[in-house]
């Protein structure tokens, strides 16, 4: 017999953060053994409703019932005891353990004494039933954003829980594990076995994957049901209203221009001697958008790494207009080479300080921002008046913390700062990672301005179709080399496949 675990129900819910108020008034039903999406643009409250049912947000009006009887829940244990587990949008892993730990540290007891060969066993037999495999013995911090995303899926079905919810889990995945991710979890929703609460911008997922829908809007329920019952247009309308954007990338004709990067057998290898940057060359030429495309893992993390300076290459040369290039701040500056890692939260802000100090952090030690080593906060917040205008941040003020702001303005906050002043060189990872379909097109659109002004894009993603959408040339890396290159124009799908693959 399978335990009986009743739908979710929320009632009048509320949540206010100082002067926002996240959520208005929110009801919404979601049926048990359902596959159920939460929508919403940017900023809309999706993740807020997500954290109050995991007991980290109280919220100050309404009610929760589990199968039809009101629960409380006021922390993340009490989630678990009710079979509520949850995937969040920022990774929640610990770096410097491994898989293996990662999964026995999440269990909310544990005991004393492990009994470390037991416990390997079972993770072991786990893992053989899970749809992907993760080498339990790998260090977290050696993971892809992609790997990571599968092992927070794997933690919260180790952990058993019934009703998973998840914040944009394949925002990292290519399409293919997004796919067999997706299709697990179906599977497991069909069987019975599982009630998904899924918080995705993506309307392929949706609509291959969720039979129920759920949209809110700037904090309030703004309608949903069964997904079959609407087209894609009625959901991006019940989105944002009546402003849907239609934008099509305006791309400069490329004329014969001087290669400006050039990355010369970069060799990069791991205690061990495995090599995870192996010989990479490839070249960068003015006003030209070259893509990195690749499955996760093969070496794109790094090459951001080596490429901001965080890490040093072993050999190998960088090449700015064919002289010799160390990444260091003082370089970077001057060749007005710019460098955004994925996970901005993470590797390009300091989630303490506020929207307008994260955006100065270029250039708070520089004239007019700073006078006699005294920084000037009036002027630092008047330039993030007018980022926070021109890229559509919305913070409640500038003053903010930046770790208050929702997932996709976080984004929108650090590509202002990247990409407002004069750009020579910009190399971009993942670049709309959780952004909402109006984000992602006024970044991609911002990414094709910077190339048709003249600068070289080194774009890394893990998304083919922005791949494809964006770049002028497009090079597969694989085993942390680039093994084949290709204008767009020429470009075959099954080809580029094949390489991505390895073949
Ligand atoms: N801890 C917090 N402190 C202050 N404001 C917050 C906090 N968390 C969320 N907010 C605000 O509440 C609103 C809803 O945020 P939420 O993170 O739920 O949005 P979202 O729909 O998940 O967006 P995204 O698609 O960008 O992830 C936003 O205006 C956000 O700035
Ligand atoms: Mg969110």
């Known amino acids: 017999m399978l335990p009986m675990y009743p739908a979710i129900t929320l009632k009048n819910i509320s949540k206010t953060f100082g002067t926002v108020k996240a959520l208005k008034h929110v009801s919404l039903n979601i049926e048990q053994f359902s596959f159920h999406a939460l929508m919403g643009e940017n900023g809309a409250g999706k993740s807020t409703i997500a954290k109050c049912l995991m007991g980290f947000y109280k919220a100050e009006e309404g009610e929760i019932l589990l199968g039809g009887k009101e629960i409380s829940i006021s922390n993340p244990k009490d989630a678990h005891k009710s079979g509520i587990g949850m995937v969040y949008q920022h990774f929640m892993l610990v770096d410097n353990m491994t898989v293996a730990e990662n999964l026995i540290i999440a269990r909310d007891t544990i005991p004393a004494l492990l009994n470390w060969r037991k416990e390997k066993n079972e993770l072991e037999e786990f893992m053989k039933e899970m749809p992907f495999q ?24 180790y952990l058993k829980c019934k009703i998973l919810i998840l914040d944009e889990p394949t925002s990292v995945l290519t399409p293919g594990e997004a796919d067999e991710v997706l299709s697990f979890l179906k599977n497991l929703v069909d069987r019975k076995l ?49 402003k849907v954007k239609e934008r099509n990338q305006v791309r400069n004709s490329q004329l014969e221009a001087p290669v400006k990067l050039q990355l010369k057998k970069i060799f990069n290898e791991e205690e061990a001697g495995i090599p995870i940057i192996d010989k990479l060359s490839l070249s960068v030429k003015k006003g030209e958008i070259y893509g990195v495309a690749g499955v996760s893992g093969n070496g794109q993390k790094r090459l951001v790494e080596i490429l901001s300076g965080q890490v040093k290459a072993n050999s190998g040369k960088i090449l700015i207009d064919g002289r010799e290039y160390n990444p260091v701040r003082k370089s970077m500056k001057k060749e007005q080479f710019h460098c955004l890692p994925e996970e901005p939260m993470k590797n390009a802000c300091v989630p303490e300080m506020s929207v307008a100090e994260n955006m100065a952090l270029r250039y708070y030690d520089h004239n007019p ?16 008046e007018d980022l926070i205008r021109d890229f559509n941040v919305k913070t409640p003020t500038p003053g903010t913390p930046i770790k208050a702001l929702s997932g996709g ?38 990414i094709m301005q910077v190339r048709n002004r003249g600068a070289a894009v080194l774009l890394l993603s893990e ?3 922005e791949i494809i959408e964006l770049s002028d040339r497009i090079g597969v890396i694989f085993n942390g080399s680039i093994i084949y290159e290709t204008p767009v124009e020429e470009l075959s799908m099954s080809i580029l496949g094949e390489k991505m693959a390895g073949h």
């Open 463 to 465: 998304d083919l179709d």
């Open 409 to 446: 303005n976080v984004q929108r906050a650090i590509l202002a700062r990247e990409l407002s002043s004069e750009v020579e060189i910009l190399v971009i990872s993942n670049p709309c990672f959780g952004l909402d379909f109006n984000a992602i097109a006024d970044i991609r659109a911002l």
């Open 134 to 157: 993760l080498n339990l013995k790998a260090f977290v911090r050696d993971l892809s954003a992609g790997e990571k995303q599968k092992l927070e899926i794997l933690k919260m079905l």
């Open 194 to 242: 599982l009630t998904v609460i899924i918080i995705s911008h993506k309307f392929r997922e949706i609509f291959g994957y969720a039979d129920a829908v759920s949209v809110l809007r700037k904090g309030k329920y703004a309608g949903g049901g069964k997904v079959s019952d609407f087209s894609k247009a009625e959901l991006a309308e019940l989105m944002l209203g009546n």
């Open 369 to 384: 921002f700073q006078s006699k080593g005294v920084v000037k906060t009036k002027v630092i917040n008047r330039k993030a």
